[in-house]
């Protein structure tokens, strides 16, 4: 199942994984992440529900930006007892569960973030539906995902997810490896199969926007629940 395989790859990588995961995208995944948060408009009074939340790394830049609350949802507990040490004293909650079967009321909170997850779960359109459940009618639900870039730029992206990425992972160490060697079909494979653009107005999601990043190579979408 892909949500175990997302469990094994990255149980491993925690206490790494905000450095190289700048690393290795040339430094834009956190550019990516700011610009991601950025899409909501909440405030401190405000509940955000950030999932596949990771080390926390949306979590905080969520708390940074606005001053809001964070519940922070993963189902890797070695990823999670990483947030912990990097979120304490923040007001941010976390759990563990899985974006397919979220343990929250319906509409319960502001907002809703989520970060290269829907690769990982067997049924996309099911869990943007589920996703899009817990946020209250109005609510900006946003994703970072990887892209495809499009045009000149694709040789060059070819040529790092097939070589370069890889021979970085092994240098890094044994759980990058399989992460450098996973990152490229997984996302050609999602992209083959899946539009967010088209899941998020599927699961009553309005106003939907994309924007294209660094070429192409991320993207975040965002929109409204209905």
Do not use: N
Not at 140 to 167: D, H, Q, S
């Amino acid at each position: 199942m892909a949500t175990t395989t997302a469990r094994t790859l990255f149980a491993p990588l925690g206490p790494t994984y905000d450095r190289y995961s700048a690393l290795l995208s040339f430094g834009q995944d956190p550019r990516w992440r700011r610009f991601l948060v950025s899409r909501l408009g909440v405030g401190a009074e405000d509940t955000v529900l950030d999932v596949a939340t990771g080390t926390g790394l949306v979590a905080r830049e969520l708390v940074r930006r606005f001053g809001c609350s964070v519940v922070a949802v993963d189902q890797s507990p070695e990823m999670l007892a990483v947030a912990a040490e990097r979120t304490r004293g923040l007001p941010i909650r976390l759990v563990e569960g899985r974006a397919e079967e979220l343990a929250f009321a319906d509409g319960e909170f502001s907002a809703l973030t989520f970060t290269y997850l829907l690769r990982y779960v067997d049924d996309p359109q099911a869990t943007v539906r589920e996703l899009a459940r817990v946020v209250r009618p109005g609510g900006t639900i946003a994703m970072l995902e990887f892209a495809l870039p499009r045009g000149v730029w694709r040789p060059p992206w070819e040529l790092w997810v097939r070589v370069g990425l890889p021979v970085a992972g092994r240098l890094i160490s044994p759980g990058w490896r399989d992460v450098g060697g996973f990152l490229g079909p997984s996302i050609r494979d999602f992209w083959q199969r899946h539009d967010p653009v088209a899941l998020f107005r599927a699961a009553g999601i309005d106003d939907v926007r994309a924007r294209r990043l660094s070429l192409g190579g991320g993207v975040v979408v965002w929109g409204r629940r209905r």
